[in-house]
């Protein structure tokens, strides 16, 4: 039970890639597709206190590694209580990743703090809860 | 091994400059061709990272050409995004050894300051992976990473890092030719702004204008080049199986070294890439110098600095000289040449054999350059 499949591609060489790409960085061998259940753990995060145009400061980015081994990039809410190892649920709102450790109401922070109108925020908030309702045990990494 | 040297160097102060880039360019053109006898090169290689966003100027080579006064002179321009400098330097070593010519005058750099803090992030930024761009990491960003990891599994400290920034300061107030002359403290490092948590404002270079130059000939001159070699390395970092080390580097200074025929325990005087204070460490690690985990105990221990067993960054690094991008591979060799061959007043240190080590994009294109004073 996982509460988001992670598209990837792999190849026959064993290199995995999220997003998918259509060739192997390693060998050049055209890769398949291929998906990832939606949890992992953190590899190493950072908080950017002036971020590039269009992302509110302070930016929290993390690298995280999936089970099954391919390596993305997410947002958070937020990094107090994180390590390295951290084991963290991923899940993925209009195409961008957002990592999690925390509860329900850290999450609804997450989403309010992404850029767009109050709208779009607050349809995320409810569109997070929605899947976290219906894949209940999923959300536990 | 061709015999490969450096006839004559020159380059501008780096810092906040009014030039135009193409009259920094020519300063430091001009000053090398001088340096080296007044002689007017077969062949010229310009490096500048992006000049058509940074000035706006295009078909760049032609245009610096021209303006030095070698405008039939045959000219192209050389780019691995942040070491397009060492590419360039590259470049001239392959098509001396080639024989197709017997002399070419590398000139790099870079003009920035005219902008604003944001455009400049965002232009150097332009050379990280697409997606992990579209998460707002930037170089600071992705540095913070390597830099969270590297601590963690190593247990060094943000105060040793710190340090790397004391040392180099230190050196680049005694360089001339530096951005910043003045020297910094532990606390002003340690208590600067957060860039990008655990990153601090005086944990990263400076945005500089400046120039560098160098010409390379078939046998004379007083510095030769022992070896150089480039190692590349996955664009997105998310590919990584290794945070806290760099391929690149590994793969660079290996190959340097076998053209060499010599070990990284040869080396006396060594410029590297210390964009943020971390990398020098890890570089230094990289480089088969210092092994894992020990190049901050060497740091603190005093041995990186001008009067230790391996002075790094005399010209004060990118940290204090400055980051005029393209400009910095080649300002690495010019400050080797000052002190291999005892020019490096204020800050001179005793050495016959030196490494540069240029780092391009989040070290996706790195380059190791060996030199000698030739007896």
């Known amino acids: ?141 | 091994m061709p015999d490969i040297r450096i006839a004559g160097v020159g380059m501008t102060r780096f810092g906040k400059r009014p030039e135009p880039l193409q009259a920094l360019m020519a300063e430091a053109a001009r000053a090398a061709l001088a340096d080296a006898g007044g002689e007017r090169p077969d062949a010229i290689v310009v490096a500048a990272m992006n000049p058509e966003e940074f000035v706006g100027e295009g078909n760049f080579a032609s245009q610096i050409s021209t303006y030095i006064g070698c405008a039939r002179t045959p000219a192209l321009r050389a780019e691995t995004a942040t070491s397009s400098g060492a590419a360039a330097v590259f470049s001239a070593y392959t098509a001396i050894a080639a024989s197709v010519y017997q002399s070419v005058l590398v000139v790099a750099g870079e003009k920035m300051t005219h902008l604003s803090t944001p455009k400049v992030s965002e232009l150097i930024g332009r050379s990280i992976d697409p997606s992990e761009r579209s998460y707002g990491a930037t170089m600071p960003a992705l540095a913070a990473l390597v830099t969270r990891a590297f601590t963690a599994k190593h247990g060094v400290s943000l105060k040793e890092i710190s340090l790397v920034t004391v040392k180099n300061h230190g050196n680049g107030a005694r360089n001339p030719f530096a951005h910043f002359q003045e020297e910094i403290s532990l606390e002003q490092v340690m208590e600067s702004r957060m860039v990008a948590d655990p990153l601090r404002l005086y944990h990263c270079c400076p945005i500089s204008d400046g120039a560098a130059a160098c010409l390379l000939t078939a046998g004379r001159g007083p510095v030769r080049i022992m070896g150089i070699g480039q190692g590349a390395d996955y664009v997105a970092i998310r590919y990584r199986d290794e945070l806290t080390s760099f391929r690149a580097t590994q793969a660079a200074a290996e190959a340097a070294y076998r053209m060499a025929g010599i070990g990284p325990h040869q080396i006396e005087v060594a410029e590297v890439h210390d964009a943020f204070a971390p990398f020098e460490l890890i570089t230094l690690e990289d480089l088969g110098i210092y092994s894992p985990g020990k190049a901050a105990r060497a740091l603190v221990q005093g041995e990186t600095q001008l009067d230790g067993s391996l002075p790094v960054n005399p010209s004060g690094g990118l940290k204090a000289r400055g980051h005029p991008l393209g400009a910095s591979g080649v300002a690495q060799v010019v400050e080797l040449y000052w002190q291999l061959t005892g020019r490096a007043e204020g800050r001179q240190v005793e050495a016959r054999v030196g490494l540069a080590h240029s780092i391009g994009g989040l070290a996706t294109s790195n380059w190791v350059t060996l030199v000698e004073r030739v007896e």
Do not use: N
Request: with cysteine; hydrophobic share 40%; aromatic share 8%.
């Open chain 1, 1 to 141: 039970m996982t509460v988001e499949t992670i598209p990837a591609s792999r190849c026959v060489c064993g290199r995995v890639c999220v997003p998918p790409v259509p060739f192997c960085p390693d060998c050049g061998r055209e890769m398949t597709l291929a998906a990832f259940p939606g949890h992992g753990q953190i590899l190493s995060f950072t908080t950017l206190h002036s971020p590039p145009e269009g992302f509110s400061s302070p930016l929290h980015l993390a690298l995280v590694e999936l089970q099954g081994g391919a390596h993305l990039f997410c947002h958070g809410s937020e990094t107090r209580g994180l390590r390295l190892g951290t084991r963290v649920a991923v899940e993925s709102i209009d195409a961008v990743y957002y990592f999690s450790h925390l509860g329900v109401a850290d999450r609804a922070r997450l989403f309010w703090r992404r850029a767009g109108a109050s709208r779009e925020k607050v349809s995320a908030i409810l569109r997070s809860a929605v899947k976290r309702l219906r894949h209940p045990r999923g959300t536990e990494p």
